[in-house]
């Protein structure tokens, strides 16, 4: 009978102390390590991506996208829809996955996509101002209008076939932070026209902040949206 308690309680102090050991190297020391490498090789990944202004305040994250919009004019109203503020260059659509009372800097409740097929809304195998009201089509149509319209300025007129496929639909995660050069070059006369700028300035500007393909093959050339509108901030109080 002692030994058999004296065993156990062998065993539940081996246990303890075992416990205790992986305790301080699992939850203590380890932690500790990864979190010290992280800020010493990599800080800016490590605390979030952030970009700051000129100013050095914190504006946003480089991996999270932001519309810029005009403020509501009923603001308790959720069937007021929003309205592009057109002095700053505009993100990819953000619609359809519902709204976000807690972050209002991008209109998503939740990161995804819409579920719905390239064909939804289709008539005929095509996308046209036929389609049915609140399918994928009868959206991309909408948005197309919208992007000639919107950026349309003097001297510049945007055709149909300039506007990029990112103009008009939402990321698989709905919170793409970047945009196509493509896209943000239809943007560049009407951003000039609305802030005073030469249209040289801001396709400079388009230039500077336009990245390449990882490593050189993979991905897209692309443009960080909130890095753009940050330096076109800059500019315009410059």
Not at 42 to 64: M, Q
Not at 65 to 84: C, F, I, R, S, V
Request: proline share 5%.
């Amino acid at each position: 009978m002692n030994n058999s308690v004296s065993n156990t309680a062998r065993l539940i102090g081996a246990g303890l102390r075992a416990l205790l050991v992986l305790t301080v190297i699992c939850g203590v020391i380890y932690p500790l390590a990864v979190t010290g490498i992280a800020q010493a090789l990599f800080n800016d990944k490590a605390n979030g991506s952030e970009i700051r202004d000129g100013s050095g305040a914190v504006v946003g994250s480089s991996l999270i996208g932001q519309t810029y919009n005009l403020p509501k004019q009923n603001p308790d109203d959720p069937e007021e829809a929003a309205k592009p503020d057109l002095k700053w260059f505009q993100p990819r659509p953000s619609n359809g996955l519902g709204s976000n009372s807690v972050n209002t800097q991008y209109a998503l409740i939740l990161s995804g996509a819409t579920n719905r097929s390239a064909d939804n809304g289709a008539v005929n195998g095509r996308c046209g101002k036929d389609a049915e009201e609140g399918t994928l089509c009868a959206q991309v149509v909408a948005a197309k209008e919208a992007v000639i319209a919107d950026n349309t300025a003097a001297g510049y007129q945007v055709k149909p076939e300039d506007v990029p496929a990112d103009a008009v639909t939402s990321s698989g995660s709905g919170l793409d932070p970047n945009i196509s050069p493509e896209y943000a070059k239809i943007q560049v006369h009407r951003v000039a026209e609305r802030n005073g700028l030469d249209v040289r300035q801001v396709e400079k500007l388009v230039a500077d902040h336009t990245t390449g393909r990882t490593l050189g093959f993979m991905g897209e050339p692309r443009v960080n949206v909130l890095e753009l509108n940050t330096a076109l901030r800059s500019l315009t109080r410059s």
